[in-house]
């Protein structure tokens, strides 16, 4: 091993891909002999994420730290930055890593604040979407990328999730100053293990958060036309929370769906595979979401949107891909449904995916990535 870092992971929201990617990275850090810790927001989640905590929490020498943070900027901000930063700087970090926006915000701050008290934590930020989601011509995105280029100016690293998210920056932000890596999402090599469908499974699973940029809305509105197109009564299974989830009941029972399209709370996804046969994964935005690299590796045949970072996991031509629109999907839908021994066989291969999106990979990178820091 190299030397010992004290790593802290600091992000908002413990929900979706940042919770999974800051938990997969904790353990392969701990793994490798790190003392590790998480900072995240305690007024967001809920039994799912609770179970997680309680989990992870027995494996990290520094702890699970949770603190209420707002998801916007306020003034309420000052109270909830002062008492994250109490925190950290009692965690005493090597390693400060911001996760999302406003982790990102605060692991650069608070890091340059702990440098004038005698530390000297390296400061590192892994965007994940975020901020980055905003359009740079309302008055809002030209706020958070004026943001951004401050933010930096005070970065000792940057790491990407995908090629796709350094364009968006680069474009939207500038160039960055500080370096910058790609370092791909990683899974767990249990996570190679193909989960089949069980007996009576849905046509169609959606898993995700219940709002509307990761497109519930334009999964229930496809699988109304896929149904008129193929002539077939069709079902799902929807997994996940969210504010936008009784509208979305709401929408499926308008359509006629009834208890065709069953809504089950969040649970582990590999669970969840074997609620349906197909995939569908419509979202808006995206950055480099886990979920299609836990199908996928799951053995599921999927849909995606072509968004964000979601198309360097397939090629150019893959039948997978799909716009984020409802027709769109619908015809992906009824394509699917026509072979699915042969859409599957038109997924990438697993040991494809193993070599380029494993977290043992991952981990390593981003290692290096750390050390690099705190050598220049």
Not at 27 to 45: E, F, K, L, W
Not at 146 to 163: G, N
Request: hydrophobic share 45%.
């Amino acid at each position: 091993m190299t030397r010992k870092l004290r790593i802290v992971h600091c992000f908002r929201s413990p929900v979706g891909g940042i919770f999974r990617h800051v938990r997969d990275l904790s353990a392969a850090q701990t793994a490798a002999g790190h003392a590790v810790g998480i900072v995240c927001d305690s007024t967001t989640g809920g039994d799912f994420e609770a179970r997680l905590f309680a989990e992870v929490e027995k494996t990290l020498e520094l702890g699970v730290k949770r603190t209420p943070m707002q998801r916007h900027v306020g003034i309420g901000d000052l109270l909830a930055a002062w008492r994250t930063y109490r925190i950290v700087k009692a965690m005493r970090p090597d390693i400060l890593h911001g996760h999302g926006a406003k982790g990102g915000v605060y692991a650069r701050l608070f890091g340059t604040m702990m440098r004038l008290s005698g530390q000297k934590p390296a400061r590192v930020y892994s965007p994940h979407g975020g901020s980055l989601h905003y359009d740079a011509g309302t008055t809002t995105g030209r706020i958070f990328f004026a943001l951004e280029r401050l933010m930096d100016r005070f970065s000792d690293q940057i790491l990407f999730v995908s090629d796709y998210e350094r364009r968006t920056f680069e474009a939207k932000v500038g160039k960055p100053h500080s370096p910058s890596h790609l370092v791909h999402n990683g899974l767990n090599a249990d996570e190679f293990i193909p989960v089949p469908p069980r007996t009576g499974a849905a046509d169609f699973l959606y898993i995700g958060m219940m709002r509307d940029l990761k497109g519930p809305d334009l999964f229930i509105d496809g699988l109304a036309l896929a149904e008129k197109s193929t002539g077939r009564r069709l079902t799902a299974v929807m997994v996940g929370d969210g504010d936008g989830l009784d509208r979305y009941t709401a929408q499926a029972r308008e359509l006629g769906f009834g208890e065709r399209v069953q809504f089950l709370p969040a649970m582990p996804a590999r669970e969840a595979f074997a609620l349906g046969r197909i995939m569908v994964v419509p979202s808006r935005a995206e950055a480099m979401p886990y979920i299609v690299l836990e199908a996928l590796a799951a053995g599921k045949p999927m849909i995606a949107s072509a968004v964000g970072g979601i198309p360097e996991v397939f090629e150019e031509s893959s039948p997978a891909l799909t716009a984020p629109d409802a027709s769109a999907i619908a015809a992906k839908m009824s394509l699917a449904l026509a072979d699915e021994t042969a859409y599957l066989a038109a997924m990438p291969a697993t040991a494809e995916l193993r070599a380029r999106f494993g977290a043992d990979v991952m981990a390593r990178e981003i290692e290096e990535a750390y050390l690099a820091c705190l050598s220049s």
